[in-house]
């Protein structure tokens, strides 16, 4: 199926992987805002992701242990803003700002000895005759087991928030920390755990760019990407599934315009690489405008400091 | 047992040695850091915050300590009024750019023609160019109460893009053997921001980094307004009794931020920089932030905080000639600085207590 030079089977497959960093990255961000904090440096761990996951795989020539490594890298970032902002109660925006600034920094630092070099191959699941199977076989059975790993981590975020009791007090935490206080929990170390679990989301996706979706390390790869699954959060109203959707959407738009690169259509490339920022912005508008409830949606206690004053 | 008391006032002693606390620290953090790099430590902290001052070379690095500082701090004032307000404009790289692209497109438009007003028009156009740029993000907020931070920082990508695109495609000067880039600025008389006194590195952007510290310390300090900016940043629901408009307190914020930042990307164009390149922008609307809370968002603390980036800059560049120390060593060591600050800013508004809670 070709539609103006673009083969749409194609285009749904690069999709779902070109989609796969920032589902992950806006599914740990979902998972600490719920716990009601807002950690801005989503593309400081996922940047910290993509080199500590392509150093590891380098290094050890396997990319399972190259993806572990870049989730510890991402979950470390995070505990660095834990620290700041559970322990010192520091402002979590400044924070958020500081940890991304640091991590673009450090990232360039250890990456200069693995420009140019090719990280060890992810490789594809083998569905055997399934993949065979016209349309549905190459969108649905072509991918490395991230793709699936990344929908399976979508699903049980969104049982653990909905259905266990592990959820619901995170659920508790985020949306007034003085009530689950008063019950006993223990709103700082459950939001350092939502908070390492962010990060390792984080990291993971920045890993998927690095060693799979690019592959290589090149300084500033993630060019936004930990912004735009910041704005999914929004667009998806806190809730798992809509961040499935955003994150398609936003892949989807990614998929189009490099099609459209490859396509040889006559538009400047810098404006086509414009679009995904340029739709981010137009889908935030659209979902506000579209039910204005944008804001009771958000955990009620997102961005605030806890001091526990007794 | 430690236990942290909120003081009922900050501390106004802490609130002006965390920032000399922060940087101690960090010269300490970033001193190891450049030893497991295998440099010499003190070497690498000499080289960075004493040899541009007063080393051998230093006559040529002062004049560059201005040229650099001068943008930081035009940007930050802008940044630190929006800040006190809570109103995060973080996509001062954004319009920074634009500021450069409108105020550039000025005088490439009218060029090669020489007129006393091209300098005045490029610098208002500059303006206008940021501030519709920020207005962007202001109004969505207003309108439809989208987040400004996220609308802000998306938009610098897209600024970004429109430079490149602007220096690979419309202002790509017609002269240039088809390299991208526009014209240099610099070789265009009535477009130029030259040097005012040959040797500081005073040109007109830091001219008008020192007018926007003291109109932010009258704004601030000494107007009822900045009053009204601080009672909405600190007690938004006084500050609504008291009568502020919190949507044009946003418009004002991001405007006056927003047109700052464009001057200081017009300025930057015109002047050190001279063309509209992809790469010209440098990170200073990113560095701006660090620098609007290292001065603790007071202008004068802004000053000092601007010029001592700036420093970190040049004698970060000189690290990486004398002892090929990374230039993201430096990126490194500012994202440390911010951490540092953050964190000791605890002892700003708490007061630590050793062996249990007070009676």
């Known amino acids: ?310 | 047992m430690i236990t942290l008391v909120k003081r009922p006032m900050p501390s106004r002693m802490w609130s002006v040695t965390t920032p000399i606390i922060a940087v101690i620290a960090t010269m300490i953090a970033g001193g190891i850091l450049f030893a497991a790099l295998g440099k010499d430590p003190v070497a690498a902290i000499r080289t960075i915050f004493w040899d541009p001052l007063f080393g051998p070379n230093a006559g040529y690095f002062r004049g560059q300590l201005l040229v650099k500082a001068g943008p930081l701090i035009l940007i930050a004032s802008g940044l630190a009024v929006g800040f006190r307000a809570g109103i995060w404009n973080i996509g001062a790289e954004g319009q920074y750019i634009i500021g450069a692209i409108c105020g550039a497109g000025v005088a490439l438009a009218v060029f090669p023609a020489e007129s006393a007003l091209l300098f005045p028009a490029m610098v208002v156009a500059g303006g206008i160019g940021g501030l519709v740029w920020a207005m962007i993000p202001a109004l969505l907020k207003n309108r439809f109460g989208v987040s400004e931070i996220l609308v802000s920082l998306m938009l610098v990508y897209v600024a970004q893009n429109l430079l490149a695109y602007m220096a690979f495609g419309p202002m790509k000067n017609p002269q240039g053997f088809g390299f991208p880039g526009s014209r240099n600025l610099q070789q265009y008389p009535s477009a130029h921001n030259p040097e005012l006194i040959a040797g500081t590195g005073m040109h007109w952007g830091v001219v008008a980094a020192l007018l926007a510290v003291i109109g932010t310390y009258v704004l601030m300090h000494r107007h009822i307004a900045g009053f009204r900016i601080r009672v909405a940043g600190e007690a938004p629901k006084a500050a609504r009794f008291a009568g502020v408009v919190p949507a044009r307190l946003v418009v004002a914020c991001l405007g006056l931020s927003g047109a700052l930042a464009g001057l200081a990307g017009l300025f930057e164009v015109a002047g050190p920089s001279g063309q509209i390149t992809d790469a010209f922008n440098a990170g200073y609307g990113f560095t701006a932030i660090i620098v609007a809370f290292l001065g603790r968002l007071h202008p004068i603390g802004i000053l000092l905080a601007g010029l001592l980036m700036a420093l970190t800059y040049i004698g970060g560049d000189m690290a990486q000639l004398m002892l090929q120390l990374p230039a993201a060593a430096i990126q490194v060591f500012q994202g440390m600085l911010l951490f540092f600050l953050l964190g000791f800013d605890l002892l700003t508004n708490y007061r630590i207590r050793f062996g249990g809670a007070p009676a």
Request: proline share 5%; hydrophobic share 55%.
């Open chain 1, 1 to 310: 199926m070709i539609l103006g030079g673009i083969d749409i089977v194609v285009l749904i497959a690069t999709l779902m992987a070109a989609s796969t960093p920032v589902l992950l990255a806006a599914t740990g961000e979902l998972v600490a805002e719920k716990a009601g904090v807002l950690n801005l440096g989503v593309e400081g761990m996922m940047i910290m992701g993509a080199v500590g996951g392509f150093a590891a795989a380098v290094a050890t020539g396997s990319p399972v242990l190259g993806f572990l490594g870049g989730a510890l890298a991402g979950a470390a970032m995070a505990l660095i803003f834990a620290f700041l902002t559970q322990v010192l109660l520091s402002n979590q925006v400044a924070t958020g700002l500081a940890l991304t600034l640091f991590g673009l920094g450090l990232s360039a630092l250890i990456g200069k000895g693995f420009e140019g070099v090719r990280p060890p191959p992810t490789p594809k699941l083998p569905f055997g005759p399934l993949a065979e199977i016209p349309v549905a076989g190459r969108i649905l059975f072509s991918h490395d087991w991230m793709v699936y790993a990344s929908l399976a981590l979508v699903a049980a975020t969104w049982w653990f928030l909905r259905h266990s009791r592990a959820g619901l007090i995170l659920r508790a935490v985020g949306e007034n920390h003085d009530a689950a206080h008063a019950l006993g929990y223990r709103v700082v170390a459950v939001r350092v755990t939502a908070l390492a679990f962010g990060g390792a989301l984080a990291g993971l996706g920045g890993a998927y760019l690095s060693l799979v979706r690019v592959p290589q390390w090149t300084e500033g790869m993630t060019a936004g990407a930990g912004w735009i699954a910041l704005a999914i959060v929004v667009f998806a109203s806190w809730r798992p599934e809509r961040v499935l959707l955003g994150a398609y959407l936003f892949g989807g738009i990614t998929a189009i315009q490099l099609q459209m690169q490859a396509a040889g259509y006559k538009i400047p490339v810098h404006l086509l690489t414009m679009a995904p920022y340029v739709v981010t912005i137009v889908a935030l508008v659209l979902i506000t405008a579209l039910h204005r409830r944008g804001a009771q949606a958000a955990p009620a206690a997102l961005g605030r400091s806890f001091h526990a004053s007794t």
